[in-house]
Structure formats: structure tokens, C-alpha cells
């Protein structure tokens, strides 16, 4: 499946249940996430990734030319991201609290 989407050229936004693996991404001293959402990523080289499942705090991690937005899909932390879309592009990605 990614060799097909990788023969579109760009992709815009990546969305997956699951996290690709990081440092950042860790919970316990454990890293989280599969290494193939790292190669997904790599090759389809998209410039929003949105994932989550891992229950931990919502982060952003830059990764070369893709922003990766890890959400938290618990409740407990009560958060959500907005990213600004203007001209083509994806900018000012940020993690809000529901309830300040």
C-alpha cells in the first residue's frame, strides 16, 4: 500500500492509528510506536502526520520535512491540536487545552 501512494507524488497529511517510533514518543523510559510507520513516513514524506493511540501527553516532533502531531486519544489530558492552512501550506501546529 505505501509503494502505491508513494507513486502519487506529494501527500498533504498522513493519518494513522498508530505512532511511527521516536525517542519523544516514550512513556516508562520505553519507546513507543512501530518502526513501520517510520518508513511510511520516509517514503511517503507527507507534511502533516497526525497519529496517536499511545496515551500519553499530545506532543509535536518534527521530522525532516514532516510535522507529526501525536494526539493523546485518552481524555485525561483533555487536549487538541490546531494547525493554520494558508497558501498551500501547514503552519503554527499547537496543542490546546479543552478546558483553561
Given at each position: 500500500m505505501i509503494s502505491k501512494y508513494?507513486?502519487?507524488?506529494?501527500l498533504n497529511i498522513l493519518i494513522t492509528h498508530e505512532v511511527p517510533e521516536h525517542p519523544v514518543l516514550s512513556r516508562n523510559d520505553r519507546i513507543l510506536g512501530?518502526?513501520?510507520?517510520?518508513?511510511?513516513?520516509?517514503?511517503?514524506?507527507?507534511?502533516?502526520?497526525l497519529c496517536g493511540h499511545v496515551h500519553i501527553p499530545s506532543q509535536i516532533v518534527r521530522f525532516d520535512v514532516t510535522t507529526l502531531l501525536c494526539l493523546?486519544?485518552?481524555?485525561?489530558?483533555?487536549?487538541?491540536?490546531?494547525?493554520e492552512y494558508k497558501d498551500g501550506e501547514f503552519a503554527s501546529p499547537e496543542i490546546r487545552k479543552m478546558f483553561r
Amino acid at each position: 500500500m505505501i509503494s502505491k501512494y508513494s507513486r502519487i507524488g506529494k501527500l498533504n497529511i498522513l493519518i494513522t492509528h498508530e505512532v511511527p517510533e521516536h525517542p519523544v514518543l516514550s512513556r516508562n523510559d520505553r519507546i513507543l510506536g512501530h518502526k513501520t510507520f517510520n518508513s511510511a513516513m520516509g517514503r511517503l514524506r507527507p507534511e502533516l502526520y497526525l497519529c496517536g493511540h499511545v496515551h500519553i501527553p499530545s506532543q509535536i516532533v518534527r521530522f525532516d520535512v514532516t510535522t507529526l502531531l501525536c494526539l493523546d486519544s485518552g481524555t485525561r489530558h483533555a487536549e487538541y491540536a490546531t494547525v493554520e492552512y494558508k497558501d498551500g501550506e501547514f503552519a503554527s501546529p499547537e496543542i490546546r487545552k479543552m478546558f483553561r
